[in-house]
């Protein structure tokens, strides 16, 4: 059997893409959830596994972080992605479980279309963090890093819009209220999808 003096790091770039991948789940049972209409327990629990799952493996690469002497990048930007992909999949279950604790069973249009977005900006994320291994997707990342930027800005738009539409319409205070906190909700998943491809362009400038 060989013997190798240089560190294995490979197990970072699994457990980034096993968060990558659990973010992906959310996304899309989130998105189905709207377009089913189905907030109930046994959907947000589902909503909730994933969450723990995700819970587990950031845990598992910080526990890893704590005892690697050599990382394949900053120690402080490893920690930093981990946290950022968890906050995702937080916000998420966030959502998924306010709409149940609310008891919002007909999400309208312009939930399923931030779904929709939300769906769309978190499998872009699957690319920008598996780049970070593969030096020769790094354009893939690039683009990667820029869509997920511009679904941001739709989510901004998006927020805004609603929001007006909210407050020039609805009448009952308790669903300005309610659906005033999902739409800012569903906007801070862009947020956050967003601060995971900063720390991916922060990796690729220090990696140049």
């Known amino acids: 059997m060989g013997f190798s003096l240089l560190p294995k790091t490979t197990d970072f770039f699994v457990l980034f893409n096993k968060q990558a991948e659990l973010a992906v789940r959310a996304a899309t049972l989130f998105a189905r959830q709207t377009r089913d209409g189905r907030f109930d ?97 790094l354009q893939a990342t690039k683009d990667a890093c820029i869509e997920v930027n511009r679904l941001e800005n739709v989510g901004d738009t998006m927020r805004d819009a609603s929001l007006a539409r909210l407050f020039e319409n609805a009448t009952d205070p308790i669903h300005i209220v309610k659906w005033k906190e999902i739409y800012a909700f569903a906007e801070e998943v862009l947020d956050l999808c967003e601060d995971v491809v900063h720390i991916v362009e922060s990796i690729l400038v220090k990696q140049a």
């Open 41 to 137: 327990a046994e959907t947000v629990n589902q909503m909730r596994d994933i969450e723990h799952q995700a819970d587990e493996v950031a845990h598992d690469l910080m526990d890893r972080l704590n005892k690697t002497f050599i990382t394949p990048f900053d120690r402080e930007d490893i920690h930093n992605l981990a946290c950022a992909l968890d906050d995702v999949i937080d916000m998420i279950y966030t959502i998924s479980n306010r709409m149940r604790v609310y008891r919002i069973d007909t999400p309208d249009d312009t939930l399923v279309e931030f779904a929709t977005i939300i769906e769309k900006s978190v499998k872009t994320l699957v690319t920008a963090v598996e780049g970070l291994k593969d030096p020769k997707m």
